[in-house]
């Protein structure tokens, strides 16, 4: 795993006196290649796309780059965070790349993709959202994850106000590996996280947009995935035996597999 992890740079940036970081892999003639861009979600950090994500598709030919959302890392630490003000820093730092991206986001990051695609169209190409949550908000899936799996929940919940010290990581894998260990994951205000993404985001439907979503997701409920392409007209794939961190857990490869097609302007749709 180091072996693939060495190779990945990181930098910071900084903007009207906040600070960003990102972690990278560049072709040497970067020019010459399409740019990926990685987007996080809660309780998680760049960290989540650095063990496969970012190795695969640079050695398929892309510039790669993960951000770290404010509260992560190096990235300031400015509290609580409303979701415009999550967009402005993914812009700040596209505008810092110069290029025109393909941005990728999972679970609640995908409101940030949204709300900046709607925004700032122009340095957008293709767009991919994971496990996403609907532009008209997540309050049905936050009613969903509270119904199944209820003791998890509570969990999570204790975790993300410090009243305990371990993560509830079976919300998030089917079958979680090894190597994902348990102080990799941050806690969140619970409260102050959710509300932020019950904010709906407004949308470009000119954004050519893959969305995947997973019959085991815990967490967002994947019939949100079928009103989603509805609306956006989209290309979709739906999976069985993979979970919420689908970046992460086994069968990864047919994710990642997934999103080349599409980006590739080759791509196999529906439910596998």
Known sequence: MMNKLKKINNKIISNNGKKTEFYYIEHLQAKSYK???????????????????????????????????????????????????????????????????????????????????????????????????????????????FYKKPMKKVLLELYNNKFIKKYPVELFFENKPSYIKNEYFIPENFNECFSTFLEKSEINKNVPTLILGTRNDQVMNYKTIYKMVTYYNSEFVIYNKIGHDMMMDFGWEIVADDILKFISDFHDAGEV
Request: glycine share 6%.
């Open 35 to 145: 740019n990926l861009v990685f987007i996080h979600g809660a309780n998680h950090a760049a960290w989540c796309w650095n063990f496969h994500f970012m190795t695969f598709f640079y050695e398929k030919g892309y510039n790669v780059y993960s951000v770290n959302l404010y509260n992560r890392g190096n990235s300031s630490n400015i509290g609580k965070v409303l979701l415009s003000e999550y967009v402005e820093q993914i812009n700040d730092f596209i505008e810092y790349l110069d290029k025109k991206i393909i941005i990728i986001g999972h679970s609640v990051g995908t409101s940030i993709v949204q709300k900046y695609i709607s925004k700032y169209r122009k340095n957008v190409e293709k767009c991919i959202l994971m496990c996403p949550v609907a532009p008209w908000g997540m309050k049905y899936d936050l009613i969903t994850m």
